[in-house]
């Protein structure tokens, strides 16, 4: 049972523009959401994250948004740069924040 | 530089043999995760250490075990190791249990042949 679904597995933006990343979960449970990046060969970063008291969190370029009612989230990324191509991992905790159900992941290719 | 060192990078074991990884967390960091992905998936939670106890375990079944030392290094031991177990394996390190940024190492590549 996939808990936390990113249903996009790639997505390409032409630089300068916006990116956005989507994500649907399914456990009413879940109070933290993350996204993560991820490039080859190394471990996932930390990017953003929001509890689910809030409806968005902005941080530079990145912004999240959560839906409660509709059970989604999305990662607005603006502008796009080149070195944003990675893998994009959208998860989600409930009452602790290492027990983390990660989506699978949707790869961001930012074309120059 | 996330602080969070793992070994090895990579290696190859056989069906039924045991692996070892292992992981070093920044100094002070007492909650210490280990996760499996498998390619084209996302990280499974396999279990959490906190203080050198057992916090927590995922979908895994017992050959999975693990150790957290107080010298803020870890180990995830896989006993008779299946095809399946093939995957990169990560180690993420914290203070606390919650309300702190999570550190992920790189990962050791285990492949099961």
């Known amino acids: 049972d996939q808990q936390v679904k990113q249903n996009s597995p790639s997505l390409s933006v032409q630089e300068g523009r916006i990116s956005i990343l989507n994500c649907d979960y399914t456990?009413?449970?879940?109070?933290?959401f993350l996204w993560y990046k991820k490039y080859p060969a190394e471990g996932p970063t930390f990017l953003i994250s929001?509890?689910?008291?809030?409806d968005k969190n902005e941080d530079g370029r990145f912004t999240v948004f959560l839906n409660k009612s509709a059970k989604h989230l999305s990662l607005h990324i603006v502008p796009s740069q080149p070195g944003d191509s990675a893998v994009y991992f959208c998860?989600?905790?409930?009452?602790?924040?290492?027990?983390?159900?990660f989506g699978t992941g949707t790869k961001l290719q930012v074309i120059p | 530089e996330t602080g969070v060192t793992q070994s090895p990078t990579h290696l190859i074991k056989t069906r039924g043999q045991q692996v070892t990884l292992r992981c070093s967390s920044q100094?002070?960091?007492?909650?210490v995760s280990w996760y499996q992905q498998a390619l084209g998936q996302g990280p499974q939670f396999i279990f959490q250490?906190?203080?050198?106890?057992?916090?927590g375990r995922g979908n895994f079944p017992p050959r999975f075990s693990g150790l957290q030392f107080p010298n803020y290094s870890s180990e995830l031991n896989v006993n008779a190791l299946e095809l399946d177990d093939s995957a990169l394996y990560l180690c993420?390190?914290?203070?606390?249990?919650?309300?702190?940024?999570?550190?992920f190492g790189e990962g050791s590549w285990l492949t099961v042949v």
């Open positions: 993420a390190s914290t203070v606390g249990l919650a309300g702190n940024t999570i550190y």
């Open positions: 456990n009413s449970m879940f109070d933290y």
């Open positions: 929001i509890s689910s008291i809030k």
């Open positions: 998860a989600a905790s409930a009452g602790g924040y290492q027990k983390v159900t």
């Open positions: 100094s002070g960091h007492n909650t």
């Open positions: 250490y906190y203080r050198e106890e057992e916090n």
